[in-house]
């Protein structure tokens, strides 16, 4: 059973640092790994998606890597800004669930709580 | 990218009644999903809305608690039938296009 793990839980830090956000998964043999963000009573907005092939993913301020092999991957967050803070998912497809119509079937982390100060 | 509209975005409901939720998707998607959020957890998979056929319940969900319609390839709801307060959280509707999954805004329903 997949399980995927985020640290830290919280974190808060004045505005302008760099940051990052680490996720680990139980079973390397997965499909994609996507990261979310979620504001406090909100859905969930898609930040980065990283193919299994893929090491790495850049959007804008963000740069997500994957490490298979050993299970992790980590979110970087460029010069934090206040708008940046939110809940940050980490979230695994496995490989066994990566068909027919499982593609939704998303093992998620419990979330790092960021918030960055003015 | 792929806009999902759910409504209602919150109610409050009493013990025992149910409450439908709708997901409208802004294009055609084979696959449609529905997720719970309890207050403080994660995201875990109710089903999946299968387009013309009954949906696919994870572990733990079963239909009568959770009767899921999904009449064509932009829409889809979800019932939560006789409510407790333990179904209060947030509901969430996502989509599967484009290589990735897309969320909606979620329901958050407290039950009473």
């Known amino acids: 059973k997949q399980e995927v793990t985020q640290i830290p839980a919280a974190l808060s830090v004045p505005e302008g640092e760099n940051l990052v956000l680490n996720c680990s998964f139980t079973?390397?043999?997965?499909?994609?790994l996507q990261w979310f963000r979620q504001d406090p009573g909100k859905g969930l907005t898609s930040l980065l998606l990283i193919q299994s092939s893929q090491r790495e993913q850049t959007s804008g301020r963000l740069n997500a890597s994957l490490d298979k092999s050993s299970g992790r991957s980590t979110l970087y967050i460029a010069a934090s800004q206040p708008g940046d803070s939110a809940t940050y998912l980490c979230?695994?497809?496995?490989?066994?669930?990566?068909?027919?119509?499982?593609?939704?079937?998303?093992?998620f982390g419990q979330g790092t709580i960021l918030t960055v100060h003015p | 990218s792929a806009v999902i509209s759910q409504k209602p975005s919150r109610d409050i409901c009493q013990r025992g009644t149910s409450l439908t939720i709708q997901c409208q998707v802004d294009s055609q998607v084979t696959m449609m999903f529905w997720y719970r959020q309890q207050p403080g957890q994660s995201l875990t998979l109710i089903a999946t809305a299968n387009q013309g056929s009954e949906a696919t319940y994870e572990s733990g969900f079963v239909i009568d608690k959770f009767p899921i319609s999904r009449p064509n390839l932009t829409f889809s709801t979800l019932t939560v039938s006789n409510m407790s307060p333990e179904d209060s959280s947030i509901y969430l509707c996502s989509a599967y296009t484009f290589g990735e999954l897309f969320f909606g805004e979620g329901s958050r329903l407290t039950v009473l």
């Open positions: 979230a695994v497809l496995s490989q066994r669930d990566a068909g027919g119509t499982s593609y939704g079937k998303l093992t």
């Open positions: 079973d390397s043999a997965i499909y994609n």
